[in-house]
T-cell receptor
Framework: QQPVQSPQAVILREGEDAVINCSSS?????VHWYRQKHGEAPVFLMI?????EQKGHDKISASFNEKKQQSSLYLTASQLSYSGTYFC??????????FGQGTTLQVKP | DTEVTQTPKHLVMGMTNKKSLKCEQH?????MYWYKQKAKKPPELMFV???????INESVPSRFSPECPNSSLLNLHLHALQPEDSALYLC?????????????FGPGTRLTVL
């Protein structure tokens, strides 16, 4: 089942913060976060594992609440380059990554 | 080298044509994936190869035929496609059976079926 992301869209000014949420109804093994700019490939940002381990870019932070099957991506002091569509991908015990519908982020000068 | 390459970048084909999409990675990954992405939608998994064997087929129509000739290459053979198959086709790779199995995506092939 597809995870649900919120909000669907965010508009920020440079320097502002944003939080993107991802929620699943299934028990999860891991949550992945990707950013996709228009016409480009999705780029890996962060992976969070059941049990608390995580791996990702230094300037990106995220959390994973295993009990609630929820993850949040925190974007602080946003830059123009942060603009794009953010997808969470959830992995249960099937080995498949199922992506949420995406959150479009626009950062304005 | 953390790059996944895909060819061609763009492809236009008729419904009676046969064409192939190609994907290559040199990261030593042993899992490779095909995704289909429609405009303003998330990528949808089509196929997964793990150690050169097809491990997941998401009930994809037989007009799409994947092939994994070796651990670095992944092909998607197309035949008798429909206009609704027009989409961005993304290839990805990862290292299976590891703690972190993040996927690295190629730039995609934008397919138009006339």
């Amino acid at each position: 089942q597809q995870p649900v992301q919120s909000p669907q869209a965010v508009i920020l000014r440079e320097g502002e913060d944003a939080v993107i949420n991802c929620s699943s109804s299934k028990a999860l093994y891991s949550v992945h976060w990707y950013r996709q700019k228009h016409g480009e490939a999705p780029v890996f940002l962060m992976i969070l594992l059941k049990g608390g381990e995580q791996k990702g870019h230094d300037k990106i932070s995220a959390s994973f609440n295993e009990k609630k099957q929820q993850s949040s991506l925190y974007l602080t002091a946003s830059q123009l380059s942060y603009s794009g569509t953010y997808f969470c991908g959830t992995e249960s015990n099937t080995g498949k990554l199922i992506f949420g519908q995406g959150t479009t982020l626009q950062v304005k000068p | 080298d953390t790059e996944v390459t895909q060819t061609p970048k763009h492809l236009v084909m008729g419904m009676t044509n046969k064409k192939s999409l190609k994907c290559e990675q040199h990261m030593g990954h042993r899992a490779m994936y095909w995704y289909k992405q429609k405009a303003k939608k998330p990528p949808e998994l089509m196929f997964v190869y793990s150690y050169e064997k097809l491990s997941i087929n998401e009930s994809v129509p037989s007009r799409f035929s994947p092939e994994c000739p070796n651990s670095s290459l992944l092909n998607l053979h197309l035949h008798a496609l429909q206009p609704e198959d027009s989409a961005l086709y993304l290839c990805a790779s990862s290292q299976p059976r590891t703690r972190y199995n993040e996927q690295f995506f190629g730039p995609g092939t934008r397919l138009t079926v006339l």
